[in-house]
């Protein structure tokens, strides 16, 4: 079974930064869909941000500019930096992450808060 552990979730002021990561139990090297989601009080998990095998990234418009999806293979971590932070990307994140044949994984989520 494949753990995916979240951290580096807390409470920032508006417009400031915080970095999650995403450690993987399993080389993400053979990975093909690594992707960040997160989900706001009383809303739907929503996806944010992936990133494929050929290291091509994708955002949805809500955090294109401010965030970035990017991954390091000999830590088996998968980032989500954020920038320019602003109240309505308060909301627990996720991490997925799909391999061939086995499936795809979720973390148990990192709370992000922004306020002042």
């Known amino acids: 079974q494949v753990q995916l552990v979240e951290s580096g979730g807390g409470l920032v002021q508006p417009g400031g930064s915080l970095k999650l990561s995403c450690a993987a139990s399993?080389?993400?090297?053979?990975?093909?869909?690594m992707g960040w989601y997160r989900q706001a009080p009383g809303k739907k998990r929503l996806w944010i941000a992936d990133?494929?095998?050929?290291?091509?990234?994708r955002y949805d418009d809500s955090v294109k500019g401010r965030f970035t999806i990017s991954r390091d293979n000999t830590e088996n971590t998968v980032y989500l930096q954020m920038n320019s932070l602003k109240p309505e990307d308060t909301a627990v994140y996720y991490c997925?992450?799909?391999?061939?044949?086995?499936?795809?994984?979720w973390g148990q989520g990192t709370q992000v808060t922004v306020s002042s």
């Open positions: 997925n992450v799909q391999w061939y044949g086995s499936g795809a994984f």
């Open positions: 399993r080389s993400i090297s053979s990975s093909y869909f």
């Open positions: 990133m494929s095998a050929d290291d091509s990234a």
